[in-house]
């Protein structure tokens, strides 16, 4: 009797179901390291929401402030007798024909003009008299400029009275 032999699996057979589970487990390998790509940590900031949370008040103790007291000196207004110039009358310039007023940086002829005074532009007068050679010198400022204020010599000015 011949005995009968059970079907023997070949070799090759083997290896290449090896090969085929290995392939296949390669390519989920793969594809797990494809999928972590994507999900790869931003550079970029996440979305935060506008919510702001605002605490609950809660009591702040307050201390009294302390005021000073100040007394303010009375400040006397100089009556000036017409045609006489002090400080805080208005002034224009006068007798220049047309050639203007050299307006100073300080008094004297011989200090550096800062801009020219057109015959009868008015200024307010801010300080002076100062006597400075042949001419007595007030410091002038234009009511509609304070940038324009210079000195300027007495005989191109005339007070401008007020009515």
Excluded: C
């Amino acid at each position: 009797m011949q005995s009968k032999e059970s079907p023997k699996i070949h070799i090759l057979t083997i290896l290449a179901g090896i090969m085929l589970a290995a392939i296949l487990i390669g390519l989920v390998f793969f594809l797990i390291f494809l999928s972590n790509q994507d999900k790869a940590p931003s550079t970029e900031p996440e979305q935060v929401s506008d919510i702001t949370i605002i605490p609950s008040p809660t009591e702040t103790p307050t201390q009294p402030i302390k005021t000073e007291v100040v007394e303010v000196a009375e400040t006397v207004q100089v009556v000036l007798p017409p045609g006489v110039i002090g400080i805080g009358a208005y002034v224009q310039v006068v007798g220049t024909e047309g050639s203007g007023l050299r307006m100073r940086a300080e008094a004297g002829t011989n200090t550096e003009v800062l801009f020219i005074a057109m015959d009868e532009e008015v200024f307010q007068v801010i300080g002076g008299p100062v006597e400075v050679g042949d001419y007595i010198w007030w410091q002038l400022e234009a009511p509609y400029d304070q940038t324009r204020t210079g000195w300027s010599a007495e005989p191109f000015l005339e007070v401008i009275e007020n009515d």
